[in-house]
């Protein structure tokens, strides 16, 4: 038996309305109407029945910690994008620690991974309540959601 390989290209422009999206604050997802499971960032096939998942819905700015990662104290000289050294250009601060998180948004069957930010790194935990946290000034890019930060939870009386 011989198992092929699958390659797929996102369509040129697909993800535009995620992106705009974040011009007014919301995150999008698509929706697919035969298992009702919604993906953020959209996608255009389910990756469980293999339904195009034509819908796009709007989802909650609350979710959930499902894994998470803890950088070493940043040092001159460790971190460098691009050819720039990001302490050294003040992009991040020499001893910060830069927190990773994998998050599920509330309703949605997929996850992503954001900086977590207004936290310590011992506060962190697996399960923890985050939300979305935006930019200043929103202008319909992806750098517009700068990440997450802890959130309350909700109890209902
Ligand atoms: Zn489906």
Redesign the pocket.
Known sequence: MELGAYRWKAPVGYLDEYVKSFRERKIIGSL?A??G?VYVPPREI?A??F?ETAEKVEVSQYGEVLAFLVSPPLEKGKVVIAGIDAVQAGFLKEGEQIILAMVRFEGTSSSLVLPLINTEPEKVRVGMKVKAVWAEECKGKLADLIGVEPAFEVIYK
């Open positions: 697919c035969s298992c499971r389910c469980r029945c339904t």
